[in-house]
């Protein structure tokens, strides 16, 4: 298993997730990648990449502002 951390901090929709998306083939199973991100929708985007694809949403921590850390499994 391999954590990979992603940092979108001033991207805006769709940037971060296209930018999860661009790295999601070269996830193996039970990788993690923990994204970061500030874009007012990014929550709710990768929540919605998430269910689509059928990987699992870990957890969102908060860390002020619009700003969240996001871990994805695969």
Do not use: H, N
Not at 55 to 65: N, P, W
């Amino acid at each position: 298993m391999e954590i990979v951390l992603l940092e979108t901090v001033g991207l805006k929709c769709p940037q971060p997730v296209m930018k999860i998306a661009v790295l999601s083939p070269d996830m193996k199973a039970g990788d993690i990648l923990e994204v970061i991100g500030d874009c007012p929708t990014f929550e709710r985007d990768v929540r919605v990449w998430c269910e689509r694809l059928g990987k699992t949403l870990l957890s969102v921590r908060e860390e002020g502002g619009y700003r969240k850390r996001i871990q994805i499994q695969f």
